[in-house]
């Protein structure tokens, strides 16, 4: 059976521009395992066709049937994920399998501390004044 | 009962396409297939033994000249006699410039090639048959395409998704917003096919033949038939055209033309048709304009006749079609070269450091001129068409052509108008140009917003506002007459609004320093949704109304 996962080390609620991302891709597979991509991306969500921005990729040429490998990413200066009512967008760590196409992934946020990245919010949002 | 409804619906429409199928093939079919056979005859030395042009009546309206000929050849040392000229059973076509070229081609006492039926060698013909019925016959099959391209669109867009979950595609590679759409590469390929026949048949072609005939002779001629024939369209309803023919002897031989210029403008005016053959009654003495080397080709005037119909619509359709292409190419660089910094870049904008100074675009003085120019440029043919257009309507005749695109060109001017008269109010009202300093504020940080306003007069109101957009364009089908079709509209809604100033007792000059919270979201360019920001500025002069201008600006990700 193959097994392929990727885990954010010392996984936080929210990053920012800049900050570091350790991450450790596992894999576990009966046949030759072949060459495999860490990508790096953001992709966006809601009512509009999905977009992918992919930031970086890293390739592994992998040896044996099953190991692990840590790799580094610092994250960009931006976009930051953002929730709103017509669109999204979210940052995610993907490891792909090239030839397979066997993958896993986890999903995480970019934003400030103070910021859940909800676009409307009741204590920032002033109402439009009437004209 | 409304799925019985579809069904019913389904079926008709399928009964319908089988019908015109089965009617266009055993009107085109048998003829096509005869042309088609006629590439795998055995080509044959062969002398011809006379051949002269004859005329006979296709219709009670329609006169066809085509090639009567009789020529032997020799096949398994029989000698055989044949008088085809062509497969099929219409051997002629309304233009007698073709058949006259065909009779100096195959001129009596000439060798030429004929071609051997190899099952009958008894049947022969001069030219392979013509195989222009298969594309009328593809037009069957193109038609429901058009119609029904949203539906076949959507179709191969369900099964993308359904091969893609099928397939465990991993997330990274689901572009969808980058992803080269199939309709702008059909829009794009008709636009541009559309606009090249236009060209071509309409401009390019006259053009080149006019260039060509520098050299060619004056002789007299005689007309022989002249007279304007009226057709009904579906498109455009009653179509007129000039039909004639002229007779003219060149180096010892007699031959016949229909040609009167170069060009062949669709939207010649009816009225003008008519006062030609008036002025040029059958038996007339004119002279004509011969190539001397293609004696068959000749025109009685060396005018280049381009209308102005053909040439608009081929630039509309043409310049469709690119810009279609060039939307397809931008998704595909996009999604194969914008990555990493390119990218990151790019969706966030591009940073000004400077002080960025926000004005009202297009001016508005500059976009009335622009509009007095584009309604100058319509208004002419406008004019020229529809005068065409109601002359013809004295003399109890439709010119459509002139009639339709005349009220469409005169629409645009009144459109040009509206918006040059719109432009120029904008220029005597006060106008707010503003400072941003920075140019590229940051969330959570502060920057200076200075207005002042050209063409100041006092104020009542006066407010601005920093606000942000979230955006998301959306593709929706929609039914119309030809089939449905859909739209991409971009749905806007405004997270923030923050007041930079509501002083009511408003100078026409200040400055106010605005704080960005930094939990805002910064501004996103993406391919299909956004978040952007403006600063509107909503005011009312003393005794006018309320005017509202927006200025967008670039907020960049809070600083570390």
């Known amino acids: 059976m193959n097994g392929l996962t ?70 960009p200066e931006g976009p930051r994920s953002f929730f709103g009512v017509l669109a999204s967008l979210n940052w995610a760590i993907e490891a792909v399998a090239v030839q397979s196409k066997i993958h896993a992934r986890a999903i995480f946020t970019v934003g400030t501390e103070e910021s859940e990245g909800l676009l409307y919010k009741g204590a920032a949002t002033e109402e439009r004044p009437e004209e | 009962m409304q799925h019985r409804g579809i069904s019913w619906r389904n079926w008709f429409l399928g009964l319908c396409f089988i019908a015109i199928l089965v009617l266009v093939g055993c009107a085109l079919g048998p003829d096509f297939i005869a042309a088609l056979r006629s ?47 062509t497969t099929g059973d219409r051997q002629g ?66 099964r993308r998704g359904k091969n893609r979950d099928l397939n465990h595609l991993p997330l990274s590679e689901r572009n969808d917003a980058l992803r080269p759409e199939l309709r702008m590469v059909f829009f794009g390929f008709l636009g541009l096919l559309i606009g090249m ?45 000039l039909e004639l023919l002229y007779g003219y002897d060149y180096a010892g031989r007699q031959y016949h033309s229909g040609q009167r210029t170069f060009g062949m403008a669709i939207d010649l005016p009816v009225v003008d048709l008519a006062a030609w053959v008036a002025a040029h009654p059958v038996g007339t003495a004119v002279k004509c304009f011969v190539d001397p080397q293609h004696p068959t080709e000749a025109v009685l005037e060396k005018n280049l006749e381009i209308g102005w119909v053909p040439v608009a619509l081929g630039t509309l359709m043409f310049g469709f079609g690119i810009l279609m292409f060039g939307r397809w190419w931008r998704a595909w660089w996009m999604g194969h070269f914008l990555v990493g910094k390119k990218l990151t870049e790019h969706c966030l904008g591009k940073r000004k450091n400077g002080i960025e100074h926000l004005r009202i675009t297009p001016p508005p003085l500059l976009a009335a001129i622009a509009c007095v120019f584009g309604g100058m440029i319509l208004g002419a043919p406008a004019y020229w068409s529809l005068r065409k257009g109601f002359q013809a309507l004295l003399h109890w005749q439709g010119d459509m052509i002139n009639l339709l695109y005349g009220c469409a060109a005169a629409a645009g001017t009144g459109w040009m108008i509206y918006l040059c008269g719109k432009f120029l109010r904008r220029a005597m009202n006060p106008r707010p140009v503003l400072r941003v300093i920075p140019g590229t504020p940051s969330a959570g940080g502060k920057f200076e917003v200075k207005w002042e306003f050209q063409n100041p007069k006092p104020l009542e109101k006066l407010r601005l506002y920093l606000e942000g957009v979230e955006e998301a364009k959306v593709r929706r089908a929609m039914p119309s007459m030809h089939g449905e079709v859909s739209e991409e509209k971009t749905n806007r809604s405004i997270f923030l609004s923050l007041p930079i100033s509501e002083d009511a007792t408003s100078k026409p000059a200040g400055m106010a320093c605005v704080e960005v919270p930094d939990s805002a979201m910064h501004s996103f360019f993406g391919e299909k949704c956004a978040v952007r920001w403006h600063i509107r500025v909503n005011f009312q002069s003393q005794g006018g109304s309320v005017l509202e201008y927006k200025f967008p600006i670039t907020l960049r990700p809070a600083k570390k």
């Open chain 2, 39 to 85: 590439y795998r005859w055995k080509a044959t030395p062969c002398k011809i033994l006379r051949s002269e042009v004859s005329t006979y009546p296709f219709s009670p309206s329609v006169t066809h000249y085509s090639l009567k000929v009789e020529y032997k050849y020799s096949h398994n040392g029989e000698e055989l006699h044949s008088t085809r000229f």
């Open chain 2, 93 to 158: 076509s309304t233009d007698v410039g073709k058949a006259e070229e065909a009779a100096v081609r195959f001129a009596p006492g000439t060798h030429a090639t004929c071609y051997v039926n190899p099952s009958d060698p008894a049947d022969a013909v001069l030219e392979h048959g013509e195989l222009w019925g298969g594309l009328v016959f593809l037009s069957v099959f193109i038609l429901p395409v058009i119609v029904m391209h949203e539906s076949i669109f959507r179709w191969f867009d369900g």
């Open chain 1, 6 to 75: 990727i885990k954010l080390e010392g996984m936080k609620s929210s990053y920012g521009p800049g900050d570091e991302l350790s991450v450790i891709a596992t894999w576990n597979s009966q046949e030759a395992p072949g060459p495999m991509e860490i990508r790096l991306f953001w992709f966006t969500g809601g009512m509009s066709p999905q977009q992918i921005g992919i930031v970086e990729i890293q390739t592994l040429e992998r040896s044996g049937p099953s190991g692990f490998k840590n790799f580094k990413f610092v994250l």
């Open chain 2, 197 to 241: 026949a236009l060209f071509g048949f309409c401009v390019a072609y006259p053009l080149w033949r006019w260039s060509q005939s520098r050299n060619w002779v004056m002789t007299d001629a005689t007309v022989i038939q002249c007279q304007v024939k009226q057709e009904l369209s579906a498109q455009h309803g009653p179509e007129y055209s």
